[in-house]
């Protein structure tokens, strides 16, 4: 009875798009769905609407309110038109920046979200063709914008697009800003409520002048330009895996100084089917195999690849048995920081004014490494958007270095807002140059930075709980764990615990209790234990899943002992799962 409830409902709501004032081929598409025997797919497309929620929209591409279509992405942008208009009555000329990244439909989304805009009174920056989404960020903050949407739905399968959106310092949009933007968009209950017909006079294409300028900034980061100029001929291998990134990374490296840049010519070609990967993703192994063969084809010294809209970067390098390894989030963040703040001390840049920037389930090594060169550490909620707010937050008062989180994402820069694969490309391209200069390769100095602070391994342990049962299973879970938190962790006594719902420090052996400095509260518990293990626990925003964040420590007195320091971080790792139960 509830299912035929439930089938009743979606057919009725699919009816009302074969009256209302949608396209032919949309409506042929519907009559399809409603006369097929299996009602599945009609289900699926209509039994909800698509949100759009802090994050903006993402979902499968398709007919209906619960799919990505012009439609969908049209309300979006007519709730931001009007939001945007009652925020800025002051503003002579309101204006946008619009990006998109190499997915099916991704142009088609921003053409119909600048015809919206435009017909709105607002000014539309759009770019000629894909572009990074960092350099659409950098687009907002360079032109003065008010606002700006990225299409894109990240480095998620092919099947799906999605549709983010900024404010004006070219970070996405965070509290009041999201909250009251979704509140604009669920004013709109009719597709005649939102003004498809643009205004070409306020459509304006940007392209390469928009380029040039962000290459530009990008060339003034570099740390050690002599040791670039000794290491030109680095090789490297480079991938966009089918993205946005092939428009802008390759000309970065060369323009930063570097004449070796291999490509992967199948991977080059920009396609939303993603060809020759089953995940567009650089954190997947499989979807840097094609450049790993090339590395090893070529005897290069680093592979690096790109997401669809290029603001994540994986990168492979070879370890001390010459084997290629990827090098997982956190390292990679590791690297960064320990690089940026090394050089910035070397060269005399460090006056006791700067901070660094990471979300609070990176490693904690990267704190050490702040606090021993007197360099101040913001950890923030999982999220880039988080560090951007930071970064806004400290503009004018304190120098910005770098930020980063363990999904592969990092910012060597505070003039884009976001993640950013060209500068940090460039950047990681810089470190193995000036690593080689000094006589070591990537590894090397990932050993290296281990020995001065310390081993550190990282897990990602994830419980699936579907349904209705699942969502109270994994509600209870994170009930338990607050009412009763473990009293050890591995055979370690947990010594503090951090609840982001409640933004309470306990210190478990004093029972004091202090407050938590953040922006919002978040569903997340910490445990950090005597011997330095951390884990994180919180519930996934977007899938029927706990997520568990473990980092265990260890100590290395040389390179030499990095494979026990890795075997005794696997055994610490096993029995931390079994004392967590998962």
């Known amino acids: 009875m509830k299912d035929n409830a439930l089938l009743m409902e979606v057919i009725a709501k699919a009816q009302t798009w074969l009256t209302g004032n949608y396209d032919e081929v949309t409506k042929n598409e519907i009559r399809r769905m409603i006369d097929a025997d299996d009602k599945t797919e009609l289900i699926e497309c209509f039994y909800r609407d698509l949100e759009f929620g802090t994050g903006g929209l993402r979902g499968i591409m398709g007919a209906g309110t619960n799919r990505m279509n012009i439609y969908t992405v049209g309300a979006a942008t007519q709730g931001l038109s009007n939001y945007l208009k009652a925020q800025f009555p002051d503003v002579p000329q309101i204006s946008v920046v619009i990006g998109h990244d190499c997915r099916n439909n991704s142009r088609l989304f921003s053409e119909v979200s600048a015809n919206i805009f435009s017909a709105n009174g607002i000014k539309v920056y759009l770019f000629e063709d894909l572009r990074p989404t960092p350099e659409a960020s950098f687009a907002i903050r360079q032109l003065g914008c008010q606002s700006g949407i990225i299409l894109t739905a990240s480095h998620n399968p092919k099947e799906y697009n999605g549709y983010k959106a900024y404010w004006n310092d070219g970070a996405?949009?965070?509290?009041?800003?999201?909250?009251?933007?979704?509140?604009?968009?669920?004013?709109?209950?009719?597709?005649?409520?939102?003004?498809?017909?643009?205004?070409?006079?306020?459509?304006?294409?940007?392209?390469?002048?928009?380029?040039?300028?962000?290459?530009?900034?990008?060339?003034k980061l570099s740390l050690s330009p002599d040791a670039i100029k000794r290491n030109s001929d680095l090789k490297i291998v480079y991938t966009p895996i089918h993205g946005t990134g092939v428009k802008l990374i390759p000309r970065a490296l060369?323009?930063?100084?570097?004449?070796?840049?291999?490509?992967?010519?199948?991977?080059?070609?920009?396609?939303?089917?993603?060809?020759?990967?089953?995940?567009?993703?650089?954190?997947?192994?499989?979807?840097?195999?094609?450049?790993?063969?090339?590395?090893?084809?070529?005897?290069?010294?680093?592979?690096?690849?790109?997401?669809?809209?290029?603001?994540?970067?994986?990168?492979?390098?070879?370890?001390?048995?010459?084997?290629?390894?990827?090098?997982?989030?956190?390292?990679?963040?590791?690297?960064?920081?320990y690089y940026l703040i090394r050089r910035w001390k070397e060269l005399g840049k460090l006056t006791g004014n700067q901070y660094i920037v990471k979300t609070i389930v990176t490693t904690e090594i990267i704190k050490q490494i702040a606090d021993s060169n007197s360099v101040e550490m913001f950890d923030c909620f999982t999220g880039f958007k988080w560090i951007g707010a930071v970064i806004r937050e400290n503009e004018g008062k304190k120098e910005y270095i770098g930020g980063g989180e363990e999904s592969y994402g990092f910012l060597p820069e505070d003039f884009a807002r976001d993640k950013d694969a060209v500068s940090s490309c460039t950047m990681m391209a810089e470190i193995a140059a000036w690593a080689k200069d000094n006589g070591k390769t990537?590894?090397?100095?990932?050993?290296?930075?281990?020995?001065?602070?310390?081993?550190?391994?990282?897990?990602?342990?994830?419980?699936?709980?579907?349904?209705?049962?699942?969502?109270?299973?994994?509600?209870?879970?994170?009930?338990?764990?607050?009412?009763?938190?473990?009293?050890?962790?591995?055979?370690?006594?947990?010594?503090?615990?951090?609840?982001?719902?409640?933004l309470k420090l306990t210190n478990v052996a004093t029972g004091a209790v202090s407050d938590l400095e953040m922006p919002a509260t978040s569903n997340v518990?910490?445990?950090?234990?005597?011997?330095?293990?951390?884990?994180?626990?919180?519930?996934?925003?977007?899938?029927?899943?706990?997520?568990?964040?473990?980092?265990?420590?260890?100590t290395m007195a040389s390179r030499a002992d990095y494979d026990a320091a890795d075997a005794a971080a696997n055994v610490k790792i096993e029995a931390v799962r079994a004392s967590l139960g998962v």
């Open 442 to 502: 990537l590894f090397e100095l990932l050993q290296d930075i281990y020995v001065e602070y310390g081993y550190g391994k990282e897990k990602g342990i994830s419980v699936v709980r579907k349904g209705k049962s699942g969502a109270e299973e994994i509600a209870q879970m994170m009930k338990d764990f607050r009412s009763n938190p473990p009293k050890e962790i591995a055979g370690s006594k947990v010594s503090v615990i951090k609840d982001y719902e409640t």
């Open 254 to 337: 060369r323009e930063y100084g570097f004449t070796n840049v291999i490509n992967v010519p199948e991977q080059d070609v920009t396609s939303g089917d993603f060809p020759t990967v089953v995940s567009p993703n650089p954190e997947e192994p499989a979807a840097l195999d094609m450049a790993v063969k090339k590395a090893i084809a070529t005897d290069a010294d680093i592979v690096m690849a790109s997401d669809p809209d290029a603001d994540r970067l994986g990168i492979a390098v070879k370890n001390d048995k010459n084997e290629w390894i990827l090098v997982n989030g956190n390292q990679t963040a590791l690297i960064f920081i």
């Open 525 to 554: 518990l910490q445990y950090f234990t005597e011997d330095g293990t951390k884990i994180s626990v919180r519930p996934s925003g977007t899938e029927p899943k706990i997520k568990f964040y473990v980092e265990v420590r260890g």
């Open 172 to 219: 996405q949009m965070i509290a009041p800003h999201d909250e009251n933007v979704i509140t604009e968009v669920m004013k709109i209950k009719s597709i005649d409520e939102i003004k498809f017909e643009g205004n070409p006079a306020l459509i304006e294409i940007i392209g390469e002048e928009i380029d040039k300028i962000y290459i530009e900034n990008i060339k």
